[in-house]
């Protein structure tokens, strides 16, 4: 069994900067494949960001290449997403997802809103 929290969201500015962290739980994790997923409203739930369980992969959508970055700390059972020049488009709930196998876990979600 794994538990996310996710943490780290906030009111920014169009080209601020957010960094946001979901720490998990189960003594597992590091077998996890992790990634972050973002939900605007009255959208689909939409990938942003994967890395595989040793962080030596990782995979971004197109929206988001070069802007954003995710991490992970095993030790610590931490993955991150860092955020930078964030736009109005980026606003949405941001879910943490861990997954192994057809074990498949999700976070509550982090807000994250982008003035312009």
């Known amino acids: 069994q794994v538990q996310l929290v996710e943490s780290g969201g906030g009111l920014v500015q169009a080209g601020g900067s957010l960094r946001l962290s979901c720490a998990a739980s189960?003594?597992?994790?590091?077998?996890?494949?992790a990634g972050w997923f973002r939900q605007a409203p009255g959208k689909e739930r939409e990938f942003v960001a994967a890395?595989?369980?040793?962080?030596?992969?990782?995979t971004y959508a197109d929206s988001v290449k070069g802007r954003f970055t995710i991490s992970r700390n095993n030790v610590q059972k931490l993955v991150y997403l860092q955020m930078n020049s964030l736009k109005p488009e980026d606003t949405a709930v941001y879910y943490c997802?861990?997954?192994?196998?057809?074990?498949?876990?999700w976070g509550q979600g982090t807000q994250v809103t982008v003035s312009s």
């Open positions: 997802r861990a997954r192994l196998g057809v074990r498949d876990y």
């Open positions: 189960g003594r597992t994790f590091s077998s996890y494949a």
């Open positions: 890395i595989s369980w040793s962080g030596i992969r990782t």
